[in-house]
């Protein structure tokens, strides 16, 4: 990881609070001119510290009111088979999160549908009938209390 200064620290704040601020607007919060800002965010996307910029979607504007956390765990524990299930996920789009884990489940998916009908279609026609899974547990979002999710940056 590249070594952070203060200004570094505010860019990415103000970044991951509006990723669409231009170079003149980021210049004057953290206070640098906008040519030392855009050589800065080059240099933190260069270095993969920034990643990526979103828009960040309501899921229910567009039609996806489910939330739902699915716990998955594998048939056999071998690479071949973990690799296989790491491409389903990358395939199917209602998947927003995949996360490998300790303990009882192997993975957790935070998935995305419409429907409940739409959830089991997930679940008993793309999880379950995967050479690579064994069991499948789902848990429906009552509320979302917190998105999306801003990493606490520890500032230098």
Do not use: C
């Amino acid at each position: 990881m590249p070594q952070l200064d203060a200004f570094d620290w505010r860019l990415l704040e103000a970044l991951q609070q509006d990723a669409s601020l231009t170079n003149g607007a980021l210049a004057e919060r953290v206070g640098l001119s906008a040519s030392q800002v855009s050589r800065r965010r080059q240099a933190l996307e260069g270095a993969g510290v920034i990643r990526g910029y979103r828009a960040l979607i309501d899921p229910e504007a567009i039609g996806l009111s489910v939330t739902v956390f699915i716990h998955v765990a594998l048939n056999t524990h071998s690479r071949d088979n973990a690799r296989r299930f790491r491409d389903l996920v990358k395939l199917t789009p209602a998947v927003l999160e995949a996360h490998a884990l300790t303990g009882e489940a192997d993975y957790m998916l935070k998935v995305a549908v419409g429907d409940l009908k739409e959830l089991a279609r997930l679940v008993n026609e793309v999880l379950l009938p995967h050479e690579s899974v064994a069991r499948v547990r789902s848990e429906i979002a009552l509320e979302t209390l917190k998105e999306p999710g801003l990493l606490p940056l520890a500032m230098a």
